[in-house]
């Protein structure tokens, strides 16, 4: 098969990204209403022609990134490829989601004074600041409360409030906090990988480089990026003694979205560990950056003027209902079933599917905790996923339970088996899975996700059926991928990992 350096993959990325962003521009998520004329409709020839041109260079990027992670390029080599790839995207307009125009619009609202918690944008004055980005927002979230946190209601205010609403300038507004949360997000990956032995370049390939996280961190503008950064970021201080500041970072985390409060238990089980003297003052300890994170919030909420209204939106996100959770499949299979069968209401069957859903998802996140209380062997870093390790650091026996991986399974426990799952969803836990063993199953299989999950979302935002279908065979050829490489003779060769030689299958 063919294939070229690393420079090579690196410029084959670089043109892909650059056809997405140059689609992006007459196919994206453009805007309802641009005062200035430059995100606006060109026809249909033209709409088409630019959802091509955006599919394909997508697909150039998710080959790049996949050969790329088989060069063994240097962690500088890599960080510079994210550069080239990521650049085009920046300048583009909103790709992939309208989300960013919902943030714009509660920004407004804060500052405007209307409660972002009892209310939708549709509230605002077309006319007023924030009008064009309300006009522009999708149509399950006019009518809806915020969901997020009082610190990222802040930051959209401020970019609201230093742009006047206007349109592109806030677009690009809320891209700068997204590059910031990227640079985060890398300064994280970096620091937990060295801490725990990981090859760097391997861990930025698969939670940074990755195609899903410059769709929807970079094109989409999800404010996800900024709570993984943070969350991230609060774990790798703790994890060096300076809880404090890592339960403050987390807090903040928190109050951009809520799940980021899952590092706290990993974190606490850390600083409870590493405690000394009776078990009443190592509890005490390992609640103690939990109470930071709770400060932190009451603190933002408080300064930030918005109250603690989040606390009741946090469920409006689960009545919507996507395609990529399962248990909202189930549940209303279930309840069309039954509705067929007896002539009852779809609705309660498929919320007592999803409640029994999140009950699993605790269940497991709190073995994960147990497991890494107790120290017991790690199923995840042991033989079976030293099958494509670096040989430089595969363990000679089977490894203990590493708090960090558990909370990026925990994290992926509970995307799993959400009443709500969207494709950007899956970098909560791919980030710190990449930071603690990218080379293990759980890796291989979040890098086949990764590859597949880009397709589902149309440039504009859509979710149209045949995303669907392209995910299926993107699974598909990953999958096939994978398993002719498995069996090579005599080596393992796994993206990100470069040439594994001499580590033999088992």
Request: hydrophobic residues 55%; positive net charge; aromatic residues 8%.
């Amino acid at each position: 098969m063919w294939a070229l350096s690393a420079g090579g993959y690196r410029r084959l990325g670089a043109a892909g990204s650059v056809a997405v962003a140059v689609g992006g521009w007459v196919a994206g998520t453009l805007p309802a209403r641009d005062p200035w004329g430059l995100w606006v409709p060109h026809g249909s020839v033209v709409t088409v022609a630019g959802e091509v041109l955006a599919y394909v260079g997508l697909t150039l990027l998710v080959v790049a990134w996949w050969r790329y992670g088989r060069t063994g390029a240097s962690t500088r080599h890599t960080l510079v490829t994210l550069v080239w790839w990521a650049a085009p995207l920046a300048l583009a307009p909103p790709l992939y989601s309208a989300d960013v125009y919902s943030y714009i619009a509660q920004g407004a609202m804060v500052l405007e004074g209307h409660d972002v918690y009892s209310a939708g944008p549709s509230v605002l004055d077309p006319a007023g600041p924030g009008g064009d980005a309300a006009a522009s927002v999708g149509g399950n979230w006019t009518d809806s409360p915020a969901p997020y946190g009082p610190f990222f209601l802040i930051l959209a205010r401020g970019v609201t409030w230093m742009t006047g609403g206007t349109i592109i300038p806030a677009v690009l507004g809320m891209r700068l906090i997204a590059v910031a949360a990227l640079v985060l997000i890398v300064w994280a990956v970096r620091r937990l990988a060295r801490e725990r032995g990981t090859r760097e370049s391997g861990a930025l390939w698969l939670g940074v480089l990755n195609p899903l996280l410059l769709m929807h961190v970079i094109g989409g503008m999800h404010n996800d990026g900024l709570m993984i950064g943070l969350m991230l970021a609060g774990v790798a201080l703790a994890m060096r003694g300076r809880w404090i500041a890592g339960g403050a970072l987390v807090g903040l985390a928190m109050m951009v979205k809520s799940p980021a409060a899952m590092a706290l238990l990993f974190i606490g089980v850390v600083v409870g560990r590493a405690a000394t003297g009776p078990l009443v003052r190592r509890v005490a300890k390992g609640v103690a950056p939990g109470l930071v994170a709770v400060a932190v919030a009451v603190a933002a909420a408080l300064l930030g003027g918005t109250g603690f209204g989040w606390l009741r939106t946090q469920s409006v996100a689960g009545t919507i209902h996507t395609a990529l959770s399962a248990t909202s499949d189930l549940g209303l299979g279930l309840g069309e079933l039954l509705r067929l069968l007896v002539g009852t209401d779809p609705g309660p069957v498929k919320a007592a599917v999803q409640n029994l859903g999140l009950a699993v998802a605790l269940v497991l996140i709190a073995y994960l905790a147990w497991r890494t209380v107790r120290g017991r062997p790690d199923m995840a870093h042991g033989p079976a996923a030293s099958r494509a390790v670096d040989p430089a650091h595969a363990p000679d026996t089977v490894r203990t339970v590493d708090p960090v991986h558990a909370l990026g399974l925990a994290l992926l426990a509970l995307v799993a088996l959400s009443p709500m799952v969207q494709p950007w969803y899956l970098l909560w836990g791919m980030t710190v899975i990449a930071a603690t063993a990218p080379y293990g199953r759980t890796a291989t299989v979040l890098t086949v996700l990764s590859a597949a999950l880009v397709y589902e979302t149309h440039p504009s935002g859509a979710t149209p059926w045949y995303g669907f279908v392209l995910v299926g065979v993107a699974c598909l050829i990953g999958t096939l991928l994978v398993r002719r490489d498995s069996n090579a003779p005599g080596e393992v060769r796994v993206p990100g990992a470069g040439v594994a030689a001499g580590v033999h299958r088992t």
